[in-house]
């Protein structure tokens, strides 16, 4: 088969499948130390900390993803993500979670919010997906979320690592990945479907695939920077969370 032939939807999936299995963050060495139990706590919090902004930053993006669907039936599989994260004023959601285990880990809820003490190299990254995802085709939106088809193996592996290992953490601070192990699965059978269904031509199969790509290098930085910071050298930029 040529190089420009169009894929099967099998054979997509089976790339984007391939792309996880080389690149997702679980592989990084900050998640084995994390889920391996070898931080200290103060590591945890920068961790914490840090990805504090991807959870509050994911509804936004999605808001700008769901204001360009064109039929209602899109749009309203895309709205539950937007419930999923930012709650519905009675059940809390992913955001409200996300501080639950910052405040397990002792950090300032105010502290944390304020994004005070934020890696430059994470409010660069995050605010590329966000801007990935307004300025690009919606077909590479869609995609740049398909790094879930990964994420209930990660978090399984965390839960159950973390648990075992640290002190400080309990599952009542790590409740936030709970549902998430419901919800990913959801979003993904949504998300994956549709890349399947209309990339039409190889061309925009392969922009699926650097969607997928991008969103996976993005995650990587975030901890890329973490490492960096608080691990080796262990050199936090100006004004970074200090311990
Ligand atoms: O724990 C993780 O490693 C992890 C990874 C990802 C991901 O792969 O983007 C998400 C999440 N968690 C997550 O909790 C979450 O809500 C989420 C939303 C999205 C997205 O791109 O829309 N990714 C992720």
New binding site residues.
């Given amino acids: 088969m040529s190089d420009d032939a169009l894929l099967s939807p099998e054979a997509l999936e089976e790339r984007l499948r391939a792309i996880g299995a080389e690149r ?2 679980i592989l990084h060495p900050f998640h084995r130390l994390l889920h391996d139990g070898a931080l200290s706590k103060p590591q945890v919090q920068a961790w914490a900390l840090n990805r504090y902004y991807y ?1 509050a930053s ?1 509804p936004a ?2 808001a700008s993803l769901l204001a360009r669907l064109p039929t209602p039936d899109l749009r309203r599989e895309w709205r539950r ?1 937007l419930v999923d ?1 930012d709650g519905d004023g009675v059940k809390p959601g ?1 955001v409200e979670r996300w501080l639950v285990l910052c405040d397990g880990l002792g950090l300032e809820r105010g502290y944390v919010m304020s994004l005070q003490g934020l890696l430059p190299a994470t409010r660069f990254a995050v605010d590329a997906y966000v801007r990935f995802v307004r300025e690009r085709s919606l077909l590479e939106a869609v995609a ?2 398909l ?2 088809m ?2 209930p193996n ?2 399984s592996e ?1 839960v159950s690592g973390m648990l075992r290992s640290y002190d400080f953490i309990n599952e009542a601070t790590l409740a936030y ?1 709970t549902p ?1 192990l419901t919800q ?1 699965p959801q ?1 993904v059978a949504f998300a994956l479907d549709y890349v399947k269904r209309e990339a039409r031509t190889r061309a925009e199969q392969e922009q699926v695939l650097g969607a997928l790509r991008f ?1 996976c290098d993005l ?1 990587w930085a975030q901890l890329d920077a973490l490492h960096f910071a608080y691990v080796a050298p262990g050199l936090p930029p100006p004004g970074a969370f200090r311990p």
């Fill in positions: 997702y963050h959870q994911i993006k999605d993500r994260h992913g740049s979320s790094t879930e990964f994420s990660i978090i965390r990945f998430r990913a979003d969103k995650l």
